[in-house]
Every structure is written in structure tokens, then in C-alpha cells.
T-cell receptor
Framework: SQTIHQWPATLVQPVGSPLSLECTVE??????LYWYRQAAGRGLQLLFY??????ISSEVPQNLSASRPQDRQFILSSKKLLLSDSGFYLC???????????FGQGTRLTVV | SQQGEEDPQALSIQEGENATMNCSYK?????LQWYRQNSGRGLVHLIL?????REKHSGRLRVTLDTSKKSSSLLITASRAADTASYFC????????????FGKGTRLSVIA
């Protein structure tokens, strides 16, 4: 069966520090991969999505970047965090286009 | 990008009552999906309804889709305290292999 792993679960980082959040999927090949951000009590904002290795689409210009070094690995990064980067980050994958998405458990990032 | 908008933003009901949440979207879709999110967790897929379907059932869940009004509803019958969560509708951003775009969600509280 397919599983998605996202870590860490919580992270407190100072302003100006770098960020690396990792997401891996098991049990499937060539998944579509997504990074979403959710502000407190709000909906999900799509940040990046990838349909294959090295193929990254950015939805929102910002202080973040994403990479897909391997088929089932998706990394969200920042060189210098801002206070506004705080939020709940969710990784997800899907198989066929427009089918259901499967989410990781999320990372609660607090920038202080 | 198109986005579903849920209504109401928050809903509080007694255990055993039915809960109805609505979703409106902006452009043509090939499917619409509903997800559930427990506080501080990832989203879980509940049901997908295709554009050529008008109604779909899954256990205590009933989803309707009216493409002429660009709206959908999620009905949870005989609600339980464990149904307390946020519920989101999601639609593909466009045609082809595109990511899901989520609404801001409805926060459902079921009081025992």
C-alpha cells in the first residue's frame, strides 16, 4: 500500500535561518507531488507541485523553493525564513490526474 | 485559479442531527472532491463526484453536484461527536494534470 511520510512534525526556527522540509512517498511510482500551506484557521494555499523529477511548478512567488531530486521525494526549502513563513505545511501526492490526493500529517512551522 | 468556497464557515450541531455544508466553484470542472481535516492533522479524502454524476453516497455521507449552479453539498447524517472537524471541497485547477485547489473549509462542531 502507498504511504506518505513528512517530517518534522513541528519546527521552531529563527528569522533568517534556512529551512528544509522533506516528504517521501512509498508504494507508488511517478506520483504527482504537492506542497500546500495552511494559515491558522484558513484554507490551503498551493505552493508547488511536481509531475515528475526535476519538474516544479510554482503557484505563488515567495521566499520558498521546492525540489524533487528523486521520483518519490519532494523537498521544500528556504534560504532565509521570514516571520510570514509560519504556518502548517502539508505535503500530498496523487496518482492519475485529478484523482484523490493523499496527505502527510503536516509540519507546524513557527518562525520566531 | 478557480477555487471552491464553502458555506457556512462554521457550523455547530447536536449529536444525531444532520450537517449540511455547501461549496460553490467558479469554472467548469471534471470532478469535485470533499476532504476532512481533524485539528492539526493532514487532510483525508472523503468522496469524489464526477461532473456527470448528480449524487453520490458513502456511508453516512451524501454528496450532490449541480453543475448548472456550480455548487455541491455534503450532507452528514446522524452526526457524531467524532465528526467534529473541518471539511473542504476541492476542484482541479484546470483540465489535464493539474493540482487540486481547496476552499477555506467549514468547521463543524458536533456537541454530544
Amino acid at each position: 500500500s502507498q504511504t506518505i511520510h513528512q517530517w518534522p512534525a513541528t519546527l521552531v526556527q529563527p528569522v533568517g535561518s534556512p529551512l528544509s522540509l522533506e516528504c517521501t512517498v512509498e508504494g507508488t511510482s511517478n506520483p504527482n507531488l504537492y506542497w500546500y500551506r495552511q494559515a491558522a484557521g484558513r484554507g490551503l494555499q498551493l505552493l508547488f507541485y511536481s509531475v515528475g523529477i526535476g519538474q516544479i511548478s510554482s503557484e505563488v512567488p515567495q521566499n520558498l523553493s521546492a525540489s524533487r531530486p528523486q521520483d518519490r521525494q519532494f523537498i521544500l526549502s528556504s534560504k532565509k525564513l521570514l516571520l510570514s513563513d509560519s504556518g502548517f505545511y502539508l505535503c500530498a501526492w496523487s496518482g492519475q490526474p485529478n484523482t484523490e490526493a493523499f496527505f502527510g500529517q503536516g509540519t507546524r512551522l513557527t518562525v520566531v | 485559479s478557480q477555487q471552491g468556497e464553502e458555506d457556512p464557515q462554521a457550523l455547530s450541531i447536536q449529536e444525531g442531527e444532520n450537517a449540511t455544508m455547501n461549496c460553490s466553484y467558479k469554472t467548469s470542472i471534471n470532478n469535485l472532491q470533499w476532504y476532512r481535516q481533524n485539528s492539526g492533522r493532514g487532510l483525508v479524502h472523503l468522496i469524489l463526484i464526477r461532473s456527470n454524476e448528480r449524487e453520490k453516497h458513502s456511508g453516512r455521507l451524501r454528496v450532490t453536484l449541480d453543475t448548472s449552479k456550480k455548487s455541491s453539498s455534503l450532507l452528514i447524517t446522524a452526526s457524531r461527536a467524532a465528526d467534529t472537524a473541518s471539511y473542504f471541497c476541492a476542484t482541479p485547477e484546470g483540465s489535464g494534470n493539474t493540482p487540486l485547489v481547496f476552499g477555506k473549509g467549514t468547521r463543524l462542531s458536533v456537541i454530544a
